[in-house]
């Protein structure tokens, strides 16, 4: 057993050193950020679908730390703390250890502890550039561990940003759709909701005592006296402040029209598309075309990406764009991709990556850097290429 553990450090080793040869000779520092971090602001930045898998703990000081669920978040803390003017552009690459609960189902597929190796741009005013640089450098490097068997899923929160923003609606109803829009279920039963189609709309207004939203306080208050008098317990990771601005969106929602069940169609029909890039931008364009909406200035940043992409000599005949893949994590704001071996449903994507720039300014950046990147599963990686030499 200690010899086939050894062994197989050995060959994780060597895939790595493949990967940094890449990305050093690209011109990357290494970096290791700290394993421990603050645990309320990488929280805050994650998502709730990385919240509920992260490892959180107290020190004997009272501190609130966790074990770092990704690299992201902690090289974006690294770079702020060595750029705090954020001008300065930089290249990071970075391998080690990340955390993250799965269920023990006995398989072993998703273990908590696993390696990550990544890719980090920041600050570089080109952007469509810095993402065919990183996307590059992805493919590149898995080529070079020896990955041959390969599909690419790329996306576009910006086009999805913009073809919801040409949608005549309450702005307050767009926020809410981009805020859920990595979680297809949740945003949905969202479209159903706005639309009049779900009932929970008007059961809160029926069920809940009246708020004034031009009053916080006010309403926190009154929530917490209802919630007191009805014994509804305060349990769960919502405050009592979150859970008022909740029920006042709710109620703001009960008292508007409803969305028009065409629009939600829609918006339907746009999640719906996808396939070849090329081809499935065309088909965007006659829906947006036929909805009379116009997000020409995206379509352009999409075109002009997938041209920079064939300069560089990637290869799309394996790719494929879903207008509802953003990937599972919520800093995302841009192009999103994801490389995935043949039996990624069993062990998961071996890469994927893309836009974040509004992460550092949520980390105390005086405003949004642009910054883009990817995240290697090693051993995922390492899985599949001896899975291709056998």
């Given amino acids: 057993m200690q010899a086939e553990t050894a062994q197989k450090f050995e060959a994780l080793e060597h895939l790595t050193a493949k990967l940094r040869k890449v990305f050093t000779k690209a011109g990357f520092e290494p970096v290791a950020p700290a394993i421990l971090q603050p645990a309320d602001i990488l929280l805050d930045c994650s998502g709730e679908a990385l919240r509920a898998r992260t490892y959180v703990f107290s020190d004997l000081d009272g501190n609130e730390l966790c074990l770092r669920p990704d690299l992201t978040v902690p090289t974006a803390r690294l770079y702020l703390e060595r750029n705090p003017?954020?001008?300065?552009?930089?290249?990071?690459?970075?391998?080690?250890?990340?955390?993250?609960?799965?269920?023990?189902?006995?398989?072993?597929?998703?273990?908590?502890?696993f390696r990550q190796m990544g890719l980090e741009l920041y600050a570089k005013n080109d952007r469509l550039a810095a993402e065919a640089e990183i996307f590059k450098l992805t493919i590149d490097g898995i080529e070079n561990a020896g990955l041959s068997d390969y599909k690419i899923k790329i996306g576009d929160l910006g086009l999805f940003t913009a073809f919801i923003d040409a949608i005549d609606m309450p702005t307050r109803w767009r926020a809410r759709l981009k805020h859920h829009f990595w979680r297809p279920d949740t945003f949905h039963k969202l479209l159903r909701q706005l639309s009049g189609e779900d009932e929970g709309v008007t059961r809160l207004k029926n069920g809940w005592p009246a708020l004034d939203p031009k009053d916080l306080l006010g309403a926190m208050l009154i929530i917490s006296n209802h919630m007191r008098d009805h014994k509804i317990p305060l349990i769960g990771t919502r405050s009592l402040e979150e859970i008022t601005k909740r029920l006042m969106d709710r109620q703001l929602d009960a008292a508007e029209e409803r969305l028009p069940k065409e629009k939600v169609?829609?918006?339907?029909?746009?999640?719906?598309?996808?396939?070849?890039?090329?081809?499935?931008?065309?088909?965007?364009?006659?829906?947006?075309?036929?909805?009379?909406?116009?997000?020409?200035?995206?379509?352009?940043?999409?075109?002009?990406?997938?041209?920079?992409?064939?300069?560089?000599?990637?290869?799309?005949?394996?790719t494929e764009f879903s207008a509802e893949f953003g990937r599972s994590f919520e800093y995302y704001t841009g192009f999103v991709f994801q490389i995935e071996a043949p039996n990624s449903e069993e062990i998961g994507p071996v890469a994927g990556g893309g836009r974040y720039d509004g992460l550092l300014k949520k980390l105390g950046a005086m405003d949004k850097v642009r910054a883009v990147g990817c995240a290697i599963h090693t051993e995922r990686l390492l899985t599949v290429v001896e899975g291709e030499m056998e």
């Fill in 85 to 113: 003017t954020v001008h300065e552009e930089a290249r990071y690459c970075y391998n080690g250890p990340t955390f993250r609960y799965s269920p023990a189902d006995g398989k072993n597929t998703r273990p908590r502890e």
């Fill in 265 to 318: 169609q829609l918006i339907e029909d746009y999640l719906a598309i996808q396939g070849p890039p090329r081809a499935a931008m065309a088909r965007i364009i006659d829906l947006t075309d036929n909805a009379d909406i116009n997000i020409a200035k995206a379509f352009k940043r999409f075109e002009k990406r997938l041209d920079l992409f064939k300069d560089r000599g990637i290869e799309m005949k394996n």
